[in-house]
């Protein structure tokens, strides 16, 4: 019986495309506009208005690792928000706010110097001619429904754009708008070697 030959991909996701492959709606952008490989499927998701890289594979055992709530691996997100947040706002974005009766886990947070070298948004965010904008860059160990979304709400600062630039070590690097590629050997081991040093994780025969 020959051994399963499993896929790797990152994709950059773009704004408006639903994190399947399957079409509920024919004029509904989805990963099959984009991504040819067959049988590989998103480890989590990524939200339709929000963009950046999306991890896909064929593991499932590694998919299902990673989705778990115990596996605690950073995801880093560039988000925009309306307003300039303050020390104290940031300091609660830190150490956790409470989003529908749940404490999320401390983030680190700070802000980006400049403004982010990225593709224009289509359609762009709706500016308010007087409120300013700020870029923020938030690490988090969670993925909770919309969780950066509510979190800047919640102190006061809503999200206007929403970019993931990392998952675990993996990152966006040079991929372009659109772009997916192979992840590389080294990619693979080093993710092989986060994901299942963790014993205590339980396992899916996949």
Known sequence: M???KYRYIIFYKPYGVLSQFSKDNPEQSTLQDYISVKNVYP???L??????LLLLTNHGQLQHRLCHPQFGHCRTYWVQVEGIPDATALNKLEQGVVIKNYRTQPAKVQFLSEEPLLADRIPPIRFRKNVPTAWLEMTLSEGKNRQVRRMTASVGFPTLRLVRVQIAHLKLDTLELGQWRDLTKEDVKILHDLVFSNSSLPNKRV
């Open 2 to 4: 020959s051994k399963k």
């Open 43 to 45: 480890v989590g998701r």
């Open 47 to 52: 939200d339709t208005d929000s963009e950046g």
